[in-house]
């Protein structure tokens, strides 16, 4: 099963408001990631992260990679309407299996 | 388009008939990822390869999966004897080891077994 805890599990907000969301695990991952995914598609990356304590950003979306390497977070500035989606963080070692966690589904009220 | 495709996008069967579905990678990506998502649910990892070699694979993959990637390059899930509990989202993904490995996802194949 799943072992990544990612919350809150849906978030209904107004456009323009800032959003953020969290993930944490019972073990270390040596990259994060964050995917969006909209209904009936694949999950489409919006940011990596390769180091611990590592702050990235994309747009308005700004992504840290916690020191302790158990956790990360994803914050989304002035939302907008199509930032609605589901929101899936994920932790890679080795290069091989991404671990998902549950989602955050993201509703925006215009 | 040079991201990760996927065929078909939709797939109803009857349960107990075989299924098969394709992926293909993003060109020169040597790693390719099969996934499988059911509803409200992350993506769960099911194998993957490198090259044309079949490296890691999950216990959920039972014996009635099996996945190819031939010639190191597309790559083909099939089910056998499909049961209504295989319906869900099947997901392939791509990465190119030496890059950050970072995987990138296809649009999917929904599975829908009655």
């Known amino acids: 099963g799943q072992q990544l805890n990612q919350s809150p599990q849906s978030m209904f907000i107004q456009e323009g408001e800032d959003v953020s969301m969290n993930c944490t695990s019972s073990?270390?991952?040596?990259?994060w990631l964050w995917y969006k995914q909209d209904p009936g598609e694949g999950p489409v990356l919006l940011i990596a992260?390769?180091?611990?304590?590592e702050l990235t950003s994309n747009g308005r979306l700004t992504a840290q990679f916690g020191i302790t390497r158990k956790d990360s977070f994803l914050n989304i500035s002035a939302s907008i309407p199509s930032d609605v989606g589901i929101y899936f963080c994920?932790?890679?070692?080795?290069?091989?299996?991404?671990?998902f966690g549950g989602g955050t589904r993201l509703m925006v009220k215009p | 388009d040079t991201g990760v495709s996927q065929d078909p996008r939709h797939k109803i069967t009857k349960r107990g008939q075989n299924v098969t579905f394709r992926c293909d990678p993003i060109?020169?990506?040597?790693?390719l990822y099969w996934y499988r998502q059911t509803l409200g649910q992350g993506p769960e990892f099911l194998t993957y390869?490198?090259?044309?070699?079949?490296?890691?694979k999950s216990r959920l993959l039972s014996d009635r999966f099996s996945a190819e990637r031939p010639k190191g390059s597309f790559s083909t899930l099939e089910i056998q004897r499909t049961e209504q509990g295989d319906s869900a989202m099947y997901l392939c993904?791509?990465?190119?080891?030496?890059?950050?490995?970072?995987?990138?996802f296809g649009p999917g194949t929904r599975l829908t077994v009655l």
């Open positions: 060109s020169e990506h040597n790693r």
């Open positions: 993904a791509s990465s190119s080891l030496g890059f950050g490995d970072t995987q990138y």
């Open positions: 994920a932790g890679n070692n080795a290069g091989n299996m991404l671990t």
């Open positions: 992260l390769y180091k611990a304590g």
């Open positions: 073990s270390i991952f040596n990259t």
């Open positions: 390869f490198q090259n044309e070699a079949q490296l890691e």
